[in-house]
């Protein structure tokens, strides 16, 4: 069976920095977690960020490449580094989705580690930029395809081909 990595705040749990959860009503994300197929996880709770905890942002909205080659940090509004809890949490998702031979995730946008199309821009305004999370860009470097909540339906597209990709290999 394909698996899914998922935000385990999409899911219900309160694990995001305010201590909330952002839940989605999305009927394929139930239909996938009654099957089984969801692997929950939380790439700032496993780097070892408390809930609640101050928000973050990558410097100059850079985005999470930058991150990983160590061009951009991820900061509080105070100016404390986080960088290390983002890269542990994202090599950690990275062993998650690797062992539970996930090559799919569905991950919240906006946020520093899980944003697939955009971040926050660094100043906490409210601002969002173009640009990938940490956790978002080291998967998807690692051949992990990474959707946000608001796109369900082309994760649903893409979990197809691998289940019939999947198929034809054991056809063969």
């Given at each position: 069976?394909?698996?899914?990595l998922?935000?385990?705040c999409l899911?219900g749990s309160?694990?995001?920095?305010?201590g909330?959860?952002?839940?989605?009503?999305?009927?394929?994300?139930?239909a996938w977690r009654?099957?089984g197929r969801?692997?929950?996880f939380?790439?700032e709770?496993e780097?070892?960020?408390?809930?609640?905890r101050?928000?973050a942002?990558?410097?100059?909205?850079?985005?999470?490449?930058?991150?990983?080659?160590g061009e951009a940090?991820?900061?509080?509004?105070d100016?404390?580094?986080?960088?290390?809890?983002?890269l542990s949490g994202?090599?950690q998702?990275?062993a998650?989705a690797?062992?539970s031979?996930?090559r799919l995730a569905?991950?919240k946008?906006g946020s520093?580690?899980?944003?697939?199309?955009r971040v926050?821009?660094?100043?906490?305004?409210?601002?969002?930029?173009?640009g990938?999370?940490v956790?978002?860009a080291?998967l998807e470097?690692?051949g992990?395809?990474?959707f946000g909540?608001d796109?369900?339906?082309?994760a649903?597209?893409?979990?197809?081909?691998?289940v019939?990709?999947?198929?034809g290999?054991?056809?063969?």
């Amino acid at each position: 069976m394909e698996r899914i990595l998922v935000s385990a705040c999409l899911l219900g749990s309160r694990v995001r920095f305010d201590g909330g959860a952002k839940t989605s009503g999305d009927e394929l994300l139930a239909a996938w977690r009654a099957e089984g197929r969801l692997v929950p996880f939380c790439p700032e709770v496993e780097g070892g960020l408390p809930v609640p905890r101050p928000p973050a942002e990558i410097e100059g909205g850079a985005g999470g490449a930058a991150v990983l080659s160590g061009e951009a940090r991820v900061l509080t509004p105070d100016g404390s580094d986080v960088t290390w809890a983002f890269l542990s949490g994202a090599r950690q998702a990275l062993a998650a989705a690797t062992s539970s031979g996930a090559r799919l995730a569905i991950l919240k946008e906006g946020s520093p580690s899980c944003g697939s199309l955009r971040v926050h821009d660094g100043t906490f305004s409210g601002r969002a930029v173009p640009g990938r999370g940490v956790t978002a860009a080291l998967l998807e470097l690692n051949g992990v395809r990474v959707f946000g909540e608001d796109r369900i339906a082309e994760a649903a597209a893409h979990l197809d081909a691998l289940v019939r990709e999947r198929a034809g290999r054991r056809s063969r």
